[in-house]
């Protein structure tokens, strides 16, 4: 069952940048060299900037893969690329050490709490959506209580206060009436955010990745890990 999902796109400091981004491409502008991060992982990091290609990421290509590969390591020949991270991104953006980067949704919306003038963009090009799941192991002794506690967090007024504490997007369509009917008009107000509830119009602009193909794995993340250092 899913148990978060989440959007991957492009973080910004507006006020220290000066203008706005709304593209991938934007990455690699002049003004960005040496400001820009981009996420270590391999599954993390390439489907945006494939979407940035113009490629179909739910029908990527092993050529895509490494369209994406020659790029980035052009970028990293050029200096553009400051450093590939992990979460750690959220110190980087924050200290204004970094003034671009590839960022999860849930991450910049929390960042937001404490400087308004940090952007989360889903690209012109679109963004990936992802989900982390809830599994319970083949054979588990104690399966019952394991969907109980899945069953838990599927009631709506707990998939209401987690999504107001993580920010990210809720798997539970009832929470949102319960999070607008909240006393609190800063928690209301998530329920309108379309980063946790995707309206019709920011899900038209997100897909779902296909997944590395198990016989790709070895020979991509070879590739992709020697560009970033891994």
């Known amino acids: 069952m899913p148990w978060q999902s989440g959007i991957t796109g492009i973080a910004y400091n507006r006020r220290r940048l ?10 690699w502008a002049k003004d960005l060299k040496g400001r820009v ?10 489907a945006l900037l494939m979407l940035g290609n113009g ?9 895509d893969f490494h369209t994406v590969c020659d790029q980035v390591e052009k970028q990293v020949a ?6 590939f ?7 980087d953006l924050s200290s204004g050490d ?32 992802w989900s982390e799941s809830l599994m319970i192991p083949n054979l588990a002794r104690h399966k019952t209580n394991a969907e109980r506690l899945i069953d838990h967090y599927y009631r709506p ?32 107000a998530l329920a309108e955010d379309p980063l946790i509830f995707p309206d019709a119009a920011m899900r038209e602009r997100l897909s779902i990745a296909k997944d590395v193909e198990a016989g790709e794995r070895a020979q991509f993340a070879k590739r992709w890990n020697g560009i970033v250092g891994l």
């Open 78 to 83: 050029a200096g553009q690329i400051r450093r």
């Open 98 to 129: 970094v003034l671009a980067c590839q960022a999860y949704s849930g991450d910049v919306i929390q960042l937001q709490a404490d400087d308004p003038d940090i952007e989360f963009v889903v690209p012109e090009e679109g963004a990936e959506l």
């Open 55 to 63: 490629v179909d990421i739910t029908r990527w290509t092993a050529d």
């Open 85 to 91: 991270t992990g979460n750690d991104y959220i110190k």
């Open 37 to 46: 991060t981009l996420l270590s992982g391999m599954d993390e990091a390439f």
């Open 157 to 188: 007024e707990v998939a209401a206060e987690l999504a107001a504490w993580v920010n990210y997007v809720c798997p539970v369509p009832a929470a949102q009436d319960v999070l607008a009917s909240a006393g609190d008009e800063e928690t209301a």
């Open 18 to 27: 000066g203008r706005e981004i709304r593209h991938v491409s934007d990455l």
